[in-house]
């Protein structure tokens, strides 16, 4: 005898959520939030440099909120403890399911808190407040959680898609320059995988953009916002589509590994993406122009575009390997075949790159 | 200025998966798993009483499986730790998003490779094969997923539906008697809060349960996963209905707590359901016979009835504050009018009932 029961899971209805753009909005931003989050409890993540910064004290005003400082700030403390931490604090201050958690600082921050909120009590909303170019371009926008194992990046994670997302751009003001210069890669990567204007935009200026000028930084988190926004809408669960945003991310993820975190996470993105740049030229799938010209970009972003040699080209194969896209234990490396154009193998937009022209390129980064 | 972009998140599709209750269906399961799921990678999680019991051998032959072994079993394995484990296991073995978890065992083992499945590099599939009564009647359907955290229980958790279940309830023959009778009381519970009928049944065939039959374990296997997945269709975020699940649960999760895991799971529900009978009858929302049914199935049960005496009542308000489904700091309570007809209040099935009247029936219980 074989008794049979089908569970049917029915279709979650379509959401959506606002990403609102400004500059010098922290500071009335709390009422706003209590009127479209009234009858939440509210608990805020933030890290040590965004409250030596005063962004914290600017939001919260006199407001007696419980709150989270991670320290010390920086990618070595996105891991699982940290989250660990953070749910604890959430139970030691008896918050339940009600509770609204508000994600206020740049991409370790908005993951962190993300993924917190997402598992705490099988799941609780969270608002993102980035505060750096890189969270402001992209972690903040498209739901994508996780926190690193002591193995590798973002071993933890989830979908879990934001309330909301408020950007002030005023916050850049205080971001250090290495900080900034190295978050407006993920900016970069979005032109060249999805838009040429853009990219034609962020080359004439760049100038302006490195002033931190307000006009042009809300057109900057703006234009990011729409591309993310308009890949993430298509393809929410990264099926297949979305993987056009780890452009220079599968080799860049290894080498932000490698260097024990020694480069930030666009940095180490500069370099997979020149090492991408590099594979579609040995494939022959796009000419030199288009490189030389994202090159100059970012030599002018003073990031780095050679591995730096301390970094053994052993470990950097072993890393790729664990890579989260990983199918078959080898990745898939996102290609373009021109600045704005992602090239597509098999209606596949993440594509097998076979391991001895990885490693060639990897000798020759 | 402030600028403004919305993000849609579409809806997701309606899926189904399917529950296979057998007896002895264990030894020619694989085969049928590569079949349904061939294109995964495969990771088991099981704890050392299931490979006492002979179980793992049997599932997976001579085939070389990457597995990890929950040691100790039981709830007190049941927390963060084992699962950054688990985790930090599929690393090494160098699994990536392609890979299916099988969960063979209780519901400790069911609970966290759910929730190691659902964060693993953002989440990858599991199948349930449940090997104890509580797990077949109840955790190993419905999507929840949760580990304890060093403050409470399901302090970490997401729903992450199973992509199958399927039952052997030969695996109960070898389940040592205290956690057979203990599992049975979800069964009890479900009875209680939907179906009269399926009370009469248990009432009537108890003995015949309790000598471990399969036609009737394969009929009270059935019975739960209809009446449970009912309820999961019906509301499978758990906003309202599904609430009804928790009969019992909200003073048995504190009981089960203050136990230090003395008590399993089932006993401490015993104790909350026989809690829940005795605040209706405070709250005059039922008559004393359903509640003197309910005990004289426990009894025979040979489950718990009343709260141990090394119990603190102190404790336990403290800890029912910590329930997860805490709104306001104090938990809602699912209360029934008679065997199979829950309560409702506003439209609500999880009610207030004032923290003086629980303290009354804790200082009776």
Redesign the interface.
Known sequence: ???????????????????????D?LGSLWPQIEADFGKYSKFVVTDENVVSAGHLKKLLGQRDVPTFVISPAGETSKN?DTA?SI??TM??A?L???TLVVALGGGMVGDIAGFAA??????VPVIQIPTTTVAQADSS??????VD????K??????W?PAAVYIDVATLATLDDRQFRAGLVESVKHAIVADSEYFDFLESNLDTVLERKP?VL?KV??WN??IK?NI??TD?G?QNFRRILNYGHTIGHAVEAASGFGLLHGEAVAIGIIAAGLIEIELQLAGPGGLERIRRILEKLNVPVTLPDDLADKDLIDLI?????????W?RFVLITEIGKVYRRNEQYAVEVAPDVVEKILDRL
Do not use: W
């Open positions: 005898m074989m008794l049979e029961q089908e569970i049917k899971i029915p279709a979650s209805p379509a959401a959506s959520y606002r990403i609102k753009i400004g500059t909005i699982i660990i749910i604890e139970e030691q008896y339940g399911r009600d997402a598992v705490f009590k099988r799941g926008v498209g739901g994508k959680t996780g194992s002591s193995l590798s973002n071993a933890f994670g989830v979908f898609h006009d809300e988190a703006h916002c729409k926004g993430v809408e929410p990264e390997k664990r890579d989260k896209k990983a199918v078959n234990k990745p």
